[in-house]
């Protein structure tokens, strides 16, 4: 998927274990499927997940994991990724590795049984986030989860022409512009997850169970992670989901916006390799311009 990905397999995994942590280098190993971007993942046994980045831009997720997460999970009423240890780089894999606990389920791919409560079960989730104490955040990067639109309007303006006839390019630019054009955040920056997609919910029973993939968290505006209206619900459980939030006008758009600009991003640089993120994205960019 990437021009300088680093290719994984199961023999590079158990070495990598027997160097490092050979209580576990005996273990089944086998890879998870998924279409997932910036990691590999491995089964480990019955209860343990080996996650090594494919690319240098996913390096800094599972520090940022080791430090935020066992923080935020006692305040949060969906389970989130537990880590149990961090691997560096050996066997001629550059990059720092982790070792997480095993959480159950499937992605929220068509898999949730009630969406109307499955709005209710993600929006708690939201709330409980944004109300963390997020003294000590690490500062924001430039286009980060949760920055102001304007941030995004050159890479979206670059996409939309990137893909040329393959989308209603005309439309995506209004609706583009309908979202920048919404008043800024002028509220305090809270805790945002960043890429609630349907890939980072685990369903569990038919019922949604774990949110993973913290790479995006960040302090910002809270309409980004509004972005499952688009993504993961339709009809009368995308407005259970937005009274759940009581999300005003404003926001609204502000959310519509960054769920086009995931969209468009994923839709040219995935279109030839990864299948699954284009079916999602071009369902969210579908649900956007049809609300608009």
């Given at each position: 998927?990437?021009?300088?990905?680093?290719?994984?397999?199961?023999?590079?995994?158990?070495?990598?274990?027997?160097?490092?942590?050979?209580?576990?280098?005996?273990?089944?190993?086998?890879?998870?499927?998924?279409?997932?971007?910036?990691?590999?993942?491995?089964?480990?046994?019955?209860?343990?997940?080996?996650?090594?980045?494919?690319?240098?831009?996913?390096?800094?997720?599972?520090?940022?994991?080791?430090?935020?997460?066992?923080?935020?999970?006692?305040?949060?009423?969906?389970?989130?990724?537990?880590?149990?240890?961090?691997?560096?780089?050996?066997?001629?894999?550059?990059?720092?590795?982790?070792?997480?606990?095993?959480?159950?389920?499937?992605?929220?791919?068509?898999?949730?049984?009630?969406?109307?409560?499955?709005?209710?079960?993600?929006?708690?989730f939201v709330n409980a986030l944004r109300q963390i104490d997020a003294t000590g955040a690490h500062p924001r990067p430039a286009r980060g989860r949760g920055a102001p639109?304007?941030?995004?309007?050159?890479?979206?303006?670059?996409?939309?022409?990137?893909?040329?006839?393959?989308?209603?390019?005309?439309?995506?630019?209004?609706?583009?512009?309908?979202?920048?054009?919404?008043?800024?955040w002028d509220g305090e920056e809270v805790w945002v997850h960043g890429d609630l997609l349907p890939g980072n919910l685990l369903v569990v029973d038919g019922r949604l169970?774990?949110?993973?993939?913290?790479?995006?968290?960040?302090?910002?505006?809270?309409?980004?992670?509004?972005?499952?209206?688009?993504?993961?619900?339709?009809?009368?459980?995308?407005?259970?989901?937005?009274?759940?939030?009581?999300?005003?006008?404003?926001?609204?758009?502000?959310?519509?916006?960054?769920?086009?600009?995931?969209?468009?991003?994923?839709?040219?640089?995935?279109?030839?390799?990864?299948?699954?993120?284009?079916?999602?994205?071009?369902?969210?960019?579908?649900?956007?311009?049809?609300?608009?």
């Amino acid at each position: 998927m990437h021009a300088d990905e680093i290719d994984t397999d199961v023999a590079l995994v158990r070495r990598l274990l027997a160097g490092q942590f050979p209580q576990w280098a005996e273990l089944a190993i086998d890879p998870v499927a998924s279409y997932g971007t910036d990691h590999d993942i491995y089964r480990l046994g019955d209860d343990l997940a080996v996650r090594l980045p494919r690319i240098g831009w996913a390096t800094n997720q599972a520090a940022k994991e080791a430090e935020w997460l066992p923080k935020l999970a006692p305040q949060l009423p969906l389970a989130v990724p537990v880590q149990l240890a961090m691997g560096h780089p050996a066997e001629g894999y550059p990059f720092e590795w982790s070792v997480y606990s095993w959480l159950p389920g499937e992605s929220a791919d068509g898999t949730i049984d009630d969406l109307d409560r499955a709005a209710v079960d993600l929006a708690a989730f939201v709330n409980a986030l944004r109300q963390i104490d997020a003294t000590g955040a690490h500062p924001r990067p430039a286009r980060g989860r949760g920055a102001p639109l304007a941030e995004l309007d050159e890479q979206v303006r670059r996409s939309i022409a990137e893909l040329d006839d393959r989308i209603d390019a005309d439309a995506t630019i209004l609706s583009w512009e309908e979202s920048l054009d919404a008043p800024r955040w002028d509220g305090e920056e809270v805790w945002v997850h960043g890429d609630l997609l349907p890939g980072n919910l685990l369903v569990v029973d038919g019922r949604l169970s774990a949110v993973i993939d913290f790479g995006g968290l960040n302090v910002g505006d809270p309409a980004c992670d509004l972005q499952p209206a688009w993504n993961v619900f339709a009809g009368d459980s995308r407005t259970r989901y937005r009274a759940e939030l009581e999300v005003d006008d404003a926001s609204w758009l502000r959310s519509r916006g960054w769920a086009l600009y995931q969209a468009v991003s994923a839709l040219p640089y995935y279109w030839h390799t990864n299948p699954g993120m284009i079916r999602q994205a071009s369902h969210a960019l579908a649900q956007v311009l049809a609300e608009g």
